[in-house]
């Protein structure tokens, strides 16, 4: 039996942690699968992995970015020396270990989940090793990032990155300054399907996601203060934590909407899909996103989705039939999008048989048969 190992950081919450757990219990139906992780979070690992797929860390540490910002932030002199200097620490046993592995890696396949493996599978796997990296990050158009990562890719014999639009951009790119490694895509798959889709076209909304700048959460909170403004009868469900959480919690207490917006942190994934079949309408406010999984999986329960244009993963989900990409990042676009929506049911009902007919091209089954025909191939 083919072995294939997936490195990864961590194993919490994420996009790229959620694809990659997606991936390992598509392989583990034919393959022997370990996926590598660097650190072991406290919180590892809030997606559901096949009882086959097996679990390797390469040690106990964790990330202390919060820790060293917060010492910055206080003007703590000797947290901020000893932070940093456990930050260095584990700059260079998250790089050593991995290469460690990398060299004693007996697999047939390893696939690298980041930029920052690609370089050292390139150069550290065993001869006859296949090495295939993937791409979950969008360049916005940043010249810098493109450079790294294209010089990331020497001995790399597959890229696969997390978008149509990425690999057709790739694959120009490569073909001026690498030859040897081929573009592939396959899409994301759902881990399932719901079995029931109770969607009810409502004044309900959600959005899942990290609590950061990029996500443009405090966005959304100017956006439903508008929408309130024209009816009082919406409400706003967010999952998700991050370093903005604070700014939020502010900005909601400002504007007096605490009872209008709940912010429900990080939650499973039973407790998020509960809230979207009670839910009707899905909004992403992102300043970018390199592909946007989570508005499949509301798709999947019928739930139209609004997202701004600058979120360019988004173009290849949201076609204007299952939903609006929002020109401009305008709020007043994305409110009077929101209204028309959710207070006419026949166009409510019909974007959602839309929505279904979406998510249904990225079901487990479809995309595995994909993933274990490309393997078996190479």
């Given at each position: 039996m083919k072995k294939v190992s997936i490195l990864v950081l961590h194993l919490g919450f994420g996009g790229v942690e959620q694809a990659v757990s997606n991936l390992a219990n598509m392989l583990v139906k034919k393959y022997d699968v370990e996926i590598v992780s660097v650190y072991k979070l406290d919180n590892d690992c809030p997606f559901k992995l096949n009882s086959k797929?097996?679990?390797?860390?390469?040690?106990?540490?964790?990330?202390?970015?919060?820790?060293?910002?917060?010492?910055?932030?206080?003007?703590?002199?000797?947290?901020?020396?000893?932070?940093?200097i456990r930050a260095v620490?584990?700059?260079?046993?998250?790089?050593?270990?991995?290469?460690?592995?990398?060299?004693?890696?007996?697999?047939d396949i390893i696939i690298s989940s980041r930029i920052l493996f690609h370089s050292l599978v390139g150069k550290y796997s065993k001869p006859g090793t296949i090495k295939i990296a993937q791409e979950h990050r969008h360049h916005n158009n940043h010249y810098g990032y493109v450079s790294s990562l294209v010089k990331s890719l020497n001995n790399i014999d597959y890229l696969m990155p997390v978008s149509k639009e990425l690999t057709d951009n790739y694959s120009t790119i490569l073909n001026n300054y690498n030859k040897h490694t081929k573009v592939i895509y396959i899409k994301h798959a759902l881990e399932s399907l719901?079995?029931?889709?109770?969607?009810?076209?409502?004044?309900?909304?959600?959005?899942v996601g990290r609590l950061s700048p990029e996500k443009g959460y405090l966005d959304l909170i100017e956006i439903f203060k508008l929408?309130?403004?024209?009816?009082?009868?919406?409400?706003?469900?967010?999952?998700?934590?991050?370093?903005?959480?604070?700014?939020?919690k502010e900005k909601i207490s400002q504007y007096h909407l605490e009872h209008a917006i709940i912010l429900h942190g990080f939650q499973k994934k039973d407790v998020i899909n509960k809230c979207l079949e009670d839910s009707g309408l899905y909004i992403m406010t992102?300043?970018?996103e390199?592909?946007?999984?989570?508005?499949?999986?509301?798709?999947?329960?019928?739930?139209?989705?609004?997202?701004?244009?600058?979120?360019?993963?988004?173009?290849?989900?949201?076609?204007?039939?299952?939903?609006?990409?929002?020109?401009d990042r305008s709020f007043n676009k994305m409110v009077d999008s929101i209204i028309d929506i959710t207070t006419n049911d026949a166009f409510a009902k019909k974007m959602s048989m839309e929505a279904?007919?979406?998510?249904?091209?990225?079901?487990?089954?479809?995309?595995?048969k994909e993933w274990l025909n490309f393997i078996d191939k190479i």
């Open positions: 797929v097996k679990i390797k860390y390469l040690s106990n540490y964790q990330p202390n970015k919060k820790e060293f910002k917060d010492a910055l932030k206080n003007i703590n002199v000797l947290k901020i020396i000893k932070e940093g620490k584990i700059l260079f046993l998250r790089k050593s270990l991995m290469k460690k592995y990398i060299k004693n890696c007996n697999s719901p079995a029931k889709i109770n969607h009810k076209n409502n004044k309900r909304l959600i959005s929408l309130y403004k024209k009816d009082n009868e919406y409400t706003l469900d967010i999952f998700g934590d991050g370093n903005e959480l604070n700014k939020i992102s300043y970018e390199s592909f946007g999984l989570v508005l499949i999986e509301a798709m999947a329960y019928g739930i139209p989705c609004l997202a701004f244009s600058s979120a360019q993963g988004a173009h290849e989900i949201i076609n204007g039939k299952n939903g609006y990409l929002i020109e279904i007919k979406t998510s249904k091209g990225h079901a487990f089954n479809l995309i595995q």
